[in-house]
């Protein structure tokens, strides 16, 4: 299906389209989720949130929002750093005030190993480690990219030109993930 | 602009991230519309992001798919609910027919009102616009009265200056030497207070590394005393004190003057008296 059709049939609220949707989209949307939240139930519910609010808002949405995925793992992504920073999560209390992510930095065993797909661990010891960094902070914890430049000293421009870096060599490998 | 540096720049990755805000977002997708070159490597991002996210996490379970589509058949219905409440409205309107007429002509007269108002309007705008218009042109003169003031009142104060003086003449031409023959300046120099300006009738201008520096030749040899600005026309410039000197020279040297003169690019020499 052409994303234009999908587009349509979504807007109709027609139920062909939204499985369509689901089938083709969910696996990576729900990565943009679980990435940043931990906690596999928790992780679900946000996803079930974030997925109902993207047929609800879909109306709305037109192509001068980006294209359809990124517009939709920007909903996810906003959802669980909503959840990470909210109350009710960090009384759950499992890894995750701000502060503990960040001093856990150093730890080896950290969020990069939540990764599934052997291809993908791999490629991520393609980055260099200032790269390897950011890509965790930003793609795995959910950090803003300014927050990581204030947190780590590390000068704004900087971290664009590394995250440019980082995403060119997962751009080049594309055909091996 | 440079598309290469903007798509370097790394602000396309934070958009796909969604890490930019609204108004770097809005930036973004209208330089896409734009630029062939800036939409391409947006979906090149996106489309190794979405491998990325599609390879780096587990798919969600069968229960939180099956409890999506139930929540969404729940808000499919909530909304079909809305939608009948909107067409038993629809029906009283119709019955409301005999107001039909005043809406209409209420409707005309919006109309009529409209199209003056959009007409005032761009009157009011094209006005405004021919105002701003004025108004630079106003500041544009204003300025260029500024700079014709300074230059006269440069030009009063040297007028004054050789007028109150007892100044010397001292042409520096360029016609017996080889490097630049239709040189010509004029030093003023007064010895009785020492003070020397000069004032460019015509000299070639030079590049960045190098300047006109000029030399007063006494009985202890040349002495630098200030370089010497080739643009800088039917105005003098003052240079550094000379109580005595037997002849003025002009050479060419490197940016900032030097120690010595350099006497193969000796521009012109004007002896005093």
Redesign the interface.
């Known amino acids: 299906m052409e994303e234009e059709q999908l587009i349509a049939g979504l807007k109709a ?1 027609n139920r062909q389209s ?2 369509y949707l ?1 089938d083709k989209y ?7 989720i ?2 940043i939240i931990a906690d596999r139930d928790i992780a ?1 519910e946000v ?2 949130d974030a ?2 609010k993207i ?2 808002k879909v109306d709305g949405y037109d192509e ?4 359809l ?2 517009w939709m ?2 909903i996810c ?2 959802a669980a750093i909503d959840k990470l920073k909210s109350k009710e999560y960090s009384q759950k209390g499992k890894t995750n005030s701000i502060d503990e992510i960040v001093y856990g930095l150093g730890d080896d065993s950290g969020t990069l190993d ?4 052997i ?2 661990k791999e ?1 991520l010891t393609e980055l260099n480690e200032e790269q390897r960094f950011l890509v965790d902070c ?2 795995f914890k959910g950090y ?2 300014s927050e990581v430049s204030e947190q780590f000293a590390i000068p704004l421009g900087t ?3 590394r ?2 870096a980082a ?1 060119n060599v ?2 080049k490998n ?1 055909d091996r ?1 | 602009m440079d598309i290469q540096s903007y798509i ?4 396309l ?7 930019l805000s609204e108004r770097e ?1 809005e930036e973004v ?1 209208r330089l896409a519309a734009k630029y062939p070159a800036i939409n391409e490597e ?20 069968e ?3 099956n ?3 139930e ?2 058949e729940d ?2 219905r909530h ?1 079909l609910r809305q939608g009948d409440d909107f067409s038993d409205k629809s029906s009283s309107i119709v019955a409301l027919q005999p107001w039909k007429n005043f809406a209409i002509a209420a409707s005309i007269a919006a109309i009529i009102a409209s199209v003056f108002a959009i007409y005032y309007a761009n009157r009011y705008f094209d006005v405004e616009g021919r105002y701003m218009a004025l108004v630079q042109d106003q500041a544009v003169m204003a300025e260029e009265l500024d700079a014709f003031r300074v230059n006269i009142e440069q030009a009063e104060v040297t007028l004054e200056t050789l007028l109150a003086g007892e100044f010397s003449k001292v042409p520096v031409r360029g016609e017996s030497f080889e490097v630049q023959t239709d040189a010509n300046v004029v030093v003023w120099w007064e010895q009785s207070s020492a003070q020397v300006y000069v004032s460019v009738e015509n000299l070639s201008p030079l590049g960045d590394d190098r300047d006109y520096q000029l030399w007063a030749i006494g009985d202890d040899g040349p002495i630098g005393i200030g370089l010497i600005n080739p643009g800088q026309r039917l105005s003098l410039q003052q240079m550094q004190e000379v109580t005595e000197t037997g002849a003025f020279a002009i050479t060419i040297e490197p940016k900032g003057g030097s120690e010595s003169p350099n006497l193969e690019q000796l521009v012109g020499l004007g002896p005093v008296g």
């Open positions: 609220q939204v499985e689901y969910s696996r990576a949307l729900f990565a943009v679980s990435r679900e996803f079930h997925f109902i047929t609800k001068s929002k980006g294209r995925y990124t793992a920007i992504r906003n939540r990764v599934n797909g291809g993908v490629l930003i793609y803003t990219h971290v664009k030109s995250i440019r995403i997962l751009k594309l993930i | 370097s720049s790394g602000k990755e934070l958009f796909v991230l969604g890490e977002r997708i947006l979906r090149l991002i996106e489309e190794a992001i979405l491998a990325f996210d599609n390879k780096s996490g587990a798919s969600p379970s229960a939180v798919k409890k999506i589509f929540s969404w808000e499919q909304v």
